[in-house]
């Protein structure tokens, strides 16, 4: 049942489909035929497509009816082929505003104790169960949950609530990732959120924390120490580069892009995730800013074990994540 916002109430419109939308549509053809999407577009501007199908990640974001967030050359598929079999990664991982890795590895495929995992793991491959969008008051609610599981083996179970103010620009992802079993379990998560043009250009400036740490993933990355918050103009064949920035505790990021006069901020729950990998890739046609908070350093389930940094989730035992996406109008001062 929809509760009825506060200006219906005062007879300002007669339907809250005046001002909000939230419903649930599924594609008709295409590679993503007959993956289901939870639109949702808020009286603030903000339009998100949330995927049921992809464990409740976000797809495509627009703030105002301009794009936000970064979409790779595979675009949307459909659930039937989204499988985290070796190599397919490439040619599936759809971006967009959110893109789950985890729940048991992150980061490059490798074999674990004799177990293979797949690049990022298994996450973005699970649907999502129990699924519920309503609109509450002045909020959008989706909810559901999520499983990773194998006979005689683990249980991972990540109970996802994403909150939306109907009359703003501001997206809250809230996850509850429990442990229902007897036995500690091994689990690393990254939020790899996805910024793109025209959010994301020359014109564009992040802003970090001053009192941070900066680590280069490469070589390559490191001739890039000074310029992270930066960037250029698509360039052919650039190499990605990635930073893992430790906050000490103000964790937040801002991306401002005076040209379109936008300005997004990204707050998330440093106790939990402690770091932020920092995806930086300038390539032409692959121009994307990743902001991915984080429990790991994206090793692999195999590296992180034997570098000492696995997280470990013990028996009955529930963390929880927030990350909040904020998107406003950057005021220019002439």
Known sequence: MMSIPYEIKQGYIGHPGQLVTLRRVTVAEGKAKGTEIIEVKTAGGLELDILPDMGLDIGQCRYQGVNMSWMSKNG?????????????????????????????SAGPANRDNGEWHPLHGRYHSLAAEQVCAEIVGDEIIVRGVIRETALFGHVL???????????????????????????DEEFMQIYHCNFGYPLLSEKAKLILPEERETIPRTEF???GLGRECAFDRPIPGEEERVFFQKMKRDFRAVLVNPDIQVRMTMTWSGDTLPILSQWRSMASGDYVLGLEPTNCYIMGRHDERENGTLPVLKAFETEKHTVTISFEEEKIHE
């Open 221 to 223: 990355a490191k001739t």
């Open 76 to 104: 949307y598929d459909s659930p039937a082929v989204i499988a985290p079999y070796e190599n397919e990664f490439v040619n599936t991982f759809p971006g967009g505003l959110l893109y789950t890795c985890g729940l048991r």
């Open 157 to 183: 179970e990540n109970r996802r609530t994403i909150r939306i103010p109907a009359f703003g620009a501001t997206v809250t992802m809230t996850d509850e990732i429990t442990n229902p079993t007897p036995r």
